[in-house]
């Protein structure tokens, strides 16, 4: 049936910001104003299908974790906002002192701008301006931030900042994070484990 300026204003109660929805019997029915802040919700088992709810303020779930070994250690089959990298007792196997380094979804092209510089770089260096010996162990970490998702640029920053050593920057680009790749300056990484954690 419908619903024109006569039948709607047939319909009881008409309370500011009431809504008139389908019953599934060709009834019209009234869902009433929900609480402040809370968003329509579909939800079968009601009368109406149809409710107000909370909106989810998202969590935090750890999306991967493995060893850090080898020349570049790929993380795939990643999907949320932000991620957290957590990089814990690494160590390269380079005979002089290097740094870790980051892409994302496999793209080392000149895309990344880091804070302290506005050419363009490839890759990033999220953590570790400062070097260290290959006889040492780190830990380190790095937040990925896709931000507004109109936005060109997803940003790369150090968890642990310290003395204005370690960098961050920006990744120049339109696609969604996928993978995180993480890297040597120089040699290979020979011990260590990764966690990722995603925030959807």
Sequence with gaps: MAITKATASSIAPAAKGDLVVGSGTND????????????????????????????????????????????????????????????????????????????????????????????????????????????????????VDMADTALDYKIIQPITPKNNFENGGLYNSTSAITQINLLMSGGSFDAGTYYVWSFS
């Design 28 to 143: 019209a029915s009234i869902l009433a104003v929900g609480t402040n802040t809370h968003i329509l919700t579909a939800d079968s088992s009601t009368a109406t299908g149809l409710k107000w709810a909370a909106a989810s303020a998202g969590t935090w779930t750890q999306a991967a974790t493995g060893s850090l070994s080898g020349a570049t250690v790929n993380i795939t089959g990643l999907s949320g906002k932000k991620f957290a990298v957590f990089l814990i007792k690494y160590s390269h196997n380079s005979g002089s002192s290097q740094h870790l380094q980051c892409y994302l979804n496999g793209d080392n092209t000149a895309k990344y701008y880091p804070f302290t510089d506005p050419s363009p770089t490839n890759p990033m260096t999220p953590c570790g301006v400062t070097t260290f010996a290959a006889a040492n162990t780190r830990n380190d970490g790095f937040y």
